[in-house]
């Protein structure tokens, strides 16, 4: 079929002049499979907006979790630092002013290279 002999063809059945039965507007209705169809993707919507926030509400509480189990680490490592600090020496007290580069009149260290006067 060459395209215009489908034009001619078609062109009548789409202006509606040829079958002489027009459609009313007020009756024309999707009826009952429009409906089902209609309520079939609301329901589907609903579903998945309920099962979305399920999901972000619990992705939420694991952040939770794992911030408090983080921060437990944190200051058990702390705590352990602190212990074992406390156990293998003294703290060391320094008479000289933090960053003046002098030695120690205690111990007589020399600061580390880089942090000293030049």
Do not use: W, Y
Not at 89 to 102: C, H, K, L, V, W
Request: charged share 25%.
């Amino acid at each position: 079929m060459t395209p215009t002999t489908l034009s001619a063809t078609l062109a009548p059945l789409l202006a509606g002049s040829g079958s002489g039965s027009e459609l009313d507007p007020n009756s024309v209705s999707p009826g009952l499979v429009g409906f089902l169809a209609t309520f079939g993707v609301v329901l589907a919507a609903i579903l998945l907006l309920l099962n979305m926030t399920a999901r972000l509400r619990r992705m939420k509480h694991r952040e939770e979790l794992d911030a408090e189990r983080e921060q437990a680490a944190q200051d058990a490592g702390r705590e352990d630092t602190a212990e074992h600090s406390s156990l293998e020496s003294p703290p060391r007290q320094e008479t000289g002013m933090a960053g003046d580069g002098g030695t120690s009149p205690e111990t007589g260290d020399q600061p580390p290279e880089g942090l000293g006067r030049r």
